[in-house]
């Protein structure tokens, strides 16, 4: 299992709508790097080919999620934050103790989500129950490796 370090980044443009007025958005994106200079830079190189005009990146946070489940679908274009916590027996008091943690699913909607939720914790041998699960505002997700077809210099 590969260790990742995933940062949101805010990308904000001038986006002309429907009735052909432009408008100052702000749009999340989520971006897998080592820091939060490899983020901002990542997120300018991902963005620059999709933008017209000129954006900034207003924002960039750590986002504390353990695992990414993607969606074969190609109509899965939402991310659904799935918080889950995990229970485990303290033995030496014998109480119940649960450890959260925050799964982001792609989905179309919110039962295939449920349902990529469902299929990637299979096989979990730990028990587990939903805490809770909604749709995100994010974007798009910029995960390593998937782009990245440059061999590796050595």
Avoid at 10 to 21: A, D, L, P, V
Avoid at 29 to 40: C, H, N, P, Q, R
Avoid at 106 to 132: C, H, N, P, W
């Amino acid at each position: 299992m590969a260790l990742h370090t995933w940062f949101e980044c805010k990308i904000q443009y001038e986006k002309t709508i429907e009735n052909g007025m432009t408008k100052k958005v702000t749009e999340p994106y989520l971006v897998d790097a080592l820091s939060f200079t490899e983020a901002e830079a990542r997120i300018v190189e991902e963005m620059t080919p999709f933008m017209s005009g000129e954006f900034t990146v207003a924002d960039i946070k750590r986002a504390n999620y353990s695992e990414l489940f993607y969606s074969e679908d190609t109509s899965a274009d939402r991310w659904f934050k799935a918080k889950l916590a995990f229970i485990t027996l303290d033995e030496k008091t014998g109480k119940e103790k649960r450890t959260n943690t925050l799964i982001l699913v792609q989905a179309k909607d919110f039962r295939s989500a449920l349902k990529g939720l469902d299929e990637g914790m299979r096989g979990t041998m730990a028990d587990y129950v939903i805490v809770s699960l909604q749709e995100t505002p994010l974007m798009d997700v910029y995960p390593f490796g998937i782009k990245d077809d440059k061999p590796e210099v050595e």
